[in-house]
């Protein structure tokens, strides 16, 4: 079995957990594959029976491995994007960062984890992609999200004037700060802090969510996602940002996006211990009696 790991950085305080991770996957015969630059910053504090093959992109990847480990946050795992795009290579989130609703799996858990996906107590979470299109794109081939595409004013003091299409039926002008299409995954995310509702991951729809409406009537409203989605975008502010996950680039008013599932899917290794509502229950603290 071969394992490729990914990370960003890596805390003093996480040492001992993934060293713990590293014994565990030698000690079971895997061949691991890590990313350099990770590689790089780990190697003088972590110990490896055998040195790694490292990766810089997904081309450096063995076709024979079969599964990729996130080691950090949601961010980190955001990260992994352009590396298992169209190479169906699953992912697992080891959370060494705040929150992870993405990598669930909690660097105490690391033992029981690996050992539910060494004997396959797992599933696989093919969540839906968003892909963004419009002329002049400065995203290259990386023009799809996970969690969102946000459009954000660059000018505090203004707002944008957002018309939304769906399938080329007119829904809404949006007078707002910015305007988010999440995915059911980026429903606990941006929009979720902007008001928009948690949808679970297998739903496939897509939520609108409006930043800061100037018409407090406005509400998110939820979509299928094999919608396509319009978006144009005009006003008094020529500039403003589109941000696909945390990847963002400035733009120019008018211009029109167009929005729609991608082709393909990000697929997530959930060990069956690291169940959807016991994740959000445990993170947003439902039922938690904090009075006292």
């Given at each position: 079995m071969r394992i490729a790991l990914f990370g960003t950085r890596l805390e003093s305080k996480d040492l001992t957990h993934i060293q713990q991770l590293i014994t565990i996957l030698e000690s079971s015969n895997a061949s691991l594959t890590v990313y350099a630059p990770f590689y790089k910053s780990i190697r003088e504090h972590l110990t490896f029976l055998k040195e790694p093959h490292c990766f810089h992109g997904k081309e450096d990847i063995p076709t024979d491995t079969s599964f990729l480990l996130s080691i950090g946050g949601d961010g980190t795992m955001l990260g992994t994007l352009p590396f298992v795009h169209d190479r169906k290579l699953p992912v697992l989130g080891i959370n060494t960062g705040r929150l992870g609703f993405l990598s669930s799996?909690?660097?105490?858990?690391?033992?029981?984890?690996?050992?539910e996906i060494f004997a396959g107590g797992y599933t696989l979470d093919r969540r839906t992609l968003l892909r963004l299109n419009c002329a002049d794109n400065p995203f290259g081939d990386i023009n799809y999200a996970l969690n969102e595409v946000s459009i954000n004013k660059?000018?505090?003091?203004?707002?944008?004037?957002?018309?939304?299409?769906?399938?080329?039926?007119?829904?809404?002008?949006?007078?707002?700060?910015?305007?988010?299409?999440?995915?059911?995954?980026?429903?606990?995310?941006?929009?979720?802090?902007?008001?928009?509702?948690?949808?679970?991951?297998?739903?496939?729809?897509?939520?609108?969510?409006?930043?800061?409406?100037?018409?407090?009537?406005?509400?998110?409203?939820?979509?299928?996602?094999?919608?396509?989605?319009?978006?144009?975008?005009?006003?008094?502010?020529?500039?403003?940002?589109?941000?696909?996950?945390?990847?963002?680039?400035?733009?120019?008013?008018?211009?029109?996006?167009?929005?729609?599932?991608?082709?393909?899917?990000?697929?997530?290794?959930?060990?069956?211990?690291?169940?959807?509502?016991?994740?959000?229950?445990?993170?947003?603290?439902?039922?938690?009696?904090?009075?006292?």
């Open positions: 799996v909690s660097k105490d858990h690391i033992q029981k984890a690996l050992d660059s000018d505090p003091l203004v707002m944008l004037n957002i018309k939304v299409y769906v399938n080329e039926q007119y829904l809404n002008t949006y007078w707002a700060d910015g305007l988010l299409v999440a995915t059911a995954t980026g429903s606990t995310a941006y929009s979720m802090s902007c008001g928009g509702p948690i949808i679970t991951p297998g739903s496939h729809c897509f939520v609108i969510t409006p930043i800061a409406s100037h018409n407090l009537s406005v509400r998110p409203i939820v979509i299928p996602d094999e919608s396509v989605i319009r978006i144009h975008i005009t006003g008094r502010e020529r500039s403003y940002m589109v941000g696909l996950d945390s990847r963002r680039a400035e733009f120019n008013a008018p211009t029109d996006f167009m929005l729609k599932r991608d082709h393909v899917t990000f697929d997530m290794i959930s060990p069956r211990s690291e169940e959807f509502f016991n994740t959000i229950r445990e993170k947003l603290m439902w039922g938690l009696d904090i009075r006292n």
